[in-house]
T-cell receptor, first 112, second 118 residues
Framework: LAKTTQPISMDSYEGQEVNITCSHN???????ITWYQQFPSQGPRFIIQ???TKVTNEVASLFIPADRKSSTLSLPRVSLSDTAVYYC?????????????FGSGTRLQVQP | DGGITQSPKYLFRKEGQNVTLSCEQN?????MYWYRQDPGQGLRLIYY???????QKGDIAEGYSVSREKKESFPLTVTSAQKNPTAFYLC?????????????????FGPGTRLTVL
């Protein structure tokens, strides 16, 4: 499974856009990129998933450059409730072990 | 109301005792997973099961055991052989898809069980 590297922590203020970048230099051709959000003492929650270029849903956008060696999760206009740990995962799920490897994630703190 | 449930939310046990954590899902998902999370750390995979009556070891299976007799249920037993069992345990499930076109299988997590061994 491809190894990912994310910043340990980030700080922001309410209303700002937050971009969290994840490096995955050894991503394989069939790997997808998935982001999860976790609040304290809760299970992680799926945010967004992508393979290339840009994906957008109602809560976030995911930008993936052409070489796919990194990806950026973009959270528009964050609020205090976005304070959480964000995990970037890379994995091929169509064959073999269909489970996820979580790193330590990025701890986002949103200030008023 | 579909979802994945874990019980109990908090569990205390004496050292040397086996303890079983419950995980049930009514999402009709094929696969189920158990993860362990220590403070300030990410999740580590203990066991997973992609089909009834079959399961595979994850990265930290030593000291744990599982069973998958029903599609809906995937209980985890923390045995006395687990050296440091105090942790937050998370169960997840996913609907296995096939092929690159459908992407990866989104995992849905339960609320977790916090186990403390005294």
């Amino acid at each position: 499974l491809a190894k990912t590297t994310q910043p340990i922590s980030m700080d922001s203020y309410e209303g700002q856009e937050v971009n969290i970048t994840c490096s995955h230099n050894n991503i394989a051709t069939n790997d997808y990129i998935t982001w999860y959000q976790q609040f304290p003492s809760q299970g992680p929650r799926f945010i967004i998933q992508g393979y290339k270029t840009k994906v957008t849903n109602e809560v976030a956008s995911l930008f993936i450059p052409a070489d796919r060696k990194s990806s950026t999760l973009s959270l528009p206009r964050v609020s205090l409730s976005d304070t959480a740990v964000y995990y970037c995962l890379v994995g091929r799920m169509d064959t073999g072990r269909r489970a996820l490897t979580f790193g330590s994630g990025t701890r986002l703190q949103v200030q008023p | 109301d579909g979802g994945i449930t874990q019980s109990p939310k908090y569990l205390f046990r004496k050292e040397g005792q086996n303890v079983t954590l419950s995980c049930e899902q009514n999402l009709n998902h094929d696969a189920m997973y158990w993860y362990r999370q220590d403070p300030g750390q990410g999740l580590r995979l203990i066991y997973y099961s992609q089909i009834v009556n079959d399961f595979q070891k994850g990265d930290i299976a030593e000291g744990y055991s599982v069973s998958r007799e029903k599609k809906e249920s995937f209980p985890l037993t923390v045995t006395s052989a687990q050296k440091n069992p105090t942790a937050f345990y998370l169960c997840a499930s996913s609907l296995l898809s096939g092929g690159r076109a459908t992407g990866t299988d989104t995992q849905y997590f339960g609320p977790g069980t916090r186990l403390t061994v005294l």
